[in-house]
């Protein structure tokens, strides 16, 4: 089925610069190593970035650990090997791939919130549990769950310092609706201001996204074989909910 979103096919080349891969992408990747380190039962070499986008957070891990990407989208591939050519970086559906090898741990960051239905959301996790040795950490942090989500927040953020090529400027409004409270998705809606030697050029993205309530992550996790640790992680105002799971069995 053809990727309808926009950030991720036709304007993936904006993606560089949403977010300072050098400042919030090294604060997180440093949280998420100090969870591996202190959860993992086994020495943890290798890494798997499920859903790795355009290789940020790949770019930060790779001095701790041999990481491997998988994502849906070629364009977000492309940047990522560009990014960091030493890696590797497989197209996939983190709902279906299967690598044939197991890592030591494996991440997945916002990805996890494109899983907008109960079956996709599990199914994501039985793929993250397949591709990791026993006494190996997943670390998941999803956007938002139901006790973290907040109607109609909207933030714009400018172009990160620097990375805008010469001309273009590109601010991004992102705004989160939940219609259905009582359903398992929400919208997320991204509007680009993008201006290229001066001449606006104004472009839209709609997203349906999962969201979960706590409990349902731990019982989803759970069933696929994990024990599950809980903490917070804190970034520009807003408080994440992040999962560290030990593979069990
Ligand atoms: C916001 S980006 C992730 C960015 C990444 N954290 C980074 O370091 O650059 C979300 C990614 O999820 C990917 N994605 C969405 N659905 C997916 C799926 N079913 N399987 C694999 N990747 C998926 C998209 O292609 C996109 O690259």
Redesign the pocket.
Known sequence: MKDTRRL?TDLAWV?PMWGDAAVE?ARYCRHVTGLIRRHAKRPVRTLLD?????????LNLKREFNVTG????SA?LAQAKALNPECAFIR????TFKLGSAFDAVLM???IS?MSCLADFAAAFRTAHAHLHRGGVLVATPDVTTETFRQNRTTVTPAAPGSAPAGVEVVFIENTYDPDPADEQYETTVVYLIRDGGRLRIETDRWTMGIFSPDTWRRVLREAGFEVHEGRYVAGGDAYTVFTCVRTR
């Open positions: 991720y993606w992408y499920i859903g790795c986008g355009g290789g940020k957070n790949v998988v994502d849906l989208s977000m996939g559906d983190m709902r960051d916002d990805a494109h």
